[in-house]
């Protein structure tokens, strides 16, 4: 009996072993039959395209910094930029973003106010630092994992414009979750400018090993006021400006309609960040003219160092099929006293199925920077001082409006490239101060065949 | 009372945030106008206002270096 018994229980151990071994096969060939199926790729980047941006842009206002926070702050600025983005296979893309932007200012043309005619801040100089040419180059690489969950890339870009050099480095990497429905991602950048330093023409004469009032240019020019000019000026000893940045995302899918994202960015500046040729005029120092410009007691000053922290959400929500709400919202300070809330809206509207317009409303305030000193109000013994209003406080509304064209076939062609959009917009933008803003800007998306 | 609220609000906008929407699902969503960036015929208004205000960061544009402003 005990002979039998053994027997049946070996013939149960030999099923089990039979079954066992089955099961681990049959596994070990269904892995290999998914490790031999070919997953299908999609490109992340089908084929080459060419974006052409353009705009043109003029402001005015009654406190231009070079002036000490009076004067004219007539700009005009025209800008036009190409961006191509190549695949370079299924998972890489190049990307070569190349601008140039001519701009006419009134205001720093002032930097030189006596090249002919009477000086005046409120009238714009034709010298030669009424205009500037600025130029960038940006060339970024970006790689997508084959499930597209992880994507890093990387930049680098220079620019450069006559007074100002800049060279910039980033990365970022990006991951995504839960189905593609949720994303986070980290960047950084760092910028490496120099200054090539220009300061208001009166100034120079006081700079180091020069002959101050005894200067030709105070023997051709007469000062009238305080005769005895003597600014408050040193040149300054470093020219060099760096920048770097931290930046993290988090987005996420909350509805089949909606959608949204939360950006966190610290930036901290470090060298040269006062600008040379904007001029400070001293309460407790008394004022000296030429024709009816005032000479400068010193330049802005500002600390060497600001931290800034900008936080950042956007909800967007897919209405119906003729209306999406675009909404943002950014709060932002920096240890220069400043803080400042963004919030905006976009409705674009669908009026056919190529054309969408774009009624846009965004409203931004800021509080003034510690160092800010409206015109004529800085004492010389401050350390910091600066009259530019860009760093006041003000409150600015902007209203737009823009027209997009889409054609999806790109019938329209241009050699081997069809055009995919089309589009153009409008934007107004008034502080509750004296400055004013328009901007028209372009844009055309070509895809080649 | 008021803590139970916060840690209600908290659970509910995590479940809502964890709901999958699936490939399929995401006709609306990968419409051109819902991407969480700004699109590239903006990005020279979003340039003027880095020059022009105090503010930057936190919406895709420039966060310093390349220019003598801000």
Known sequence: MEAAAVIDKIKIMKRIIIIFCLLAFAKTYSQTFQESTTVYKKRVLETTEVDFLSSYYTQDGDNAAVSGGIGTEELTDATGTFVVSIPLNDDDILTIDAGVSAYTSASSSNIDPFDDGPADAFQASSGASRSDLWGNVTGSYSHSSDDRNKIWSTKLSVSTEYDYFSVGLGGSYTRLFNEKNTELSISGNVFIDTWNAIYPI?????????????????????????ANYNPNFTPFDSEGRNSYSLGFGFSQILHKNVQGSLAFDFVQQQGLLSTPFQRVYFSD???????????????????????????????????????????????????????????????????????????????YNQTAADHFRPYETALSTDEFYTSDYDLSEYNANQFGFGISYTDIFTKAHIWKFGLKSIDLKFYQYDRDTSFSSHIITTGFKFIMD | ????????????????SCAVVKEYEKVNINDPDMTLSEKKADRNVTTAHSYREAAVGANGGKTGGGCGCN
């Not at chain 1, 006081?206 to 006021?225: C, D, W, Y």
């Not at chain 1, 600390?303 to 943002?328: H, Q, S």
């Not at chain 2, 009372?1 to 809502?16: E, H, Q």
């Open chain 1, 202 to 226: 009166e100034l120079r004469p006081f700079g180091e090993n020069v002959n101050g009032l005894n200067n030709p240019f105070f023997t051709r020019n007469n000062i009238t006021g305080n």
């Open chain 1, 285 to 363: 120092v008394p004022d000296s003219f030429i024709d009816n410009f005032q000479l400068a007691d010193d330049v802005e000053k500002l600390p060497d160092n600001r931290f800034k922290v900008a936080i950042g959400g956007r909800l967007n929500w897919y209405l119906n099929e003729v209306v999406v709400l675009r909404t943002f919202y950014r709060y932002y300070f920096d240890d220069w006293g400043i803080t400042s809330h963004t919030a905006s809206i976009e409705a674009p509207i669908k009026i056919t199925h190529k054309f969408t317009l774009y009624p846009s409303y965004r409203f």
């Open chain 2, 1 to 16: 009372m008021m803590k139970r609220y916060i840690i209600m609000a908290f659970i509910t906008t995590s479940l809502c």
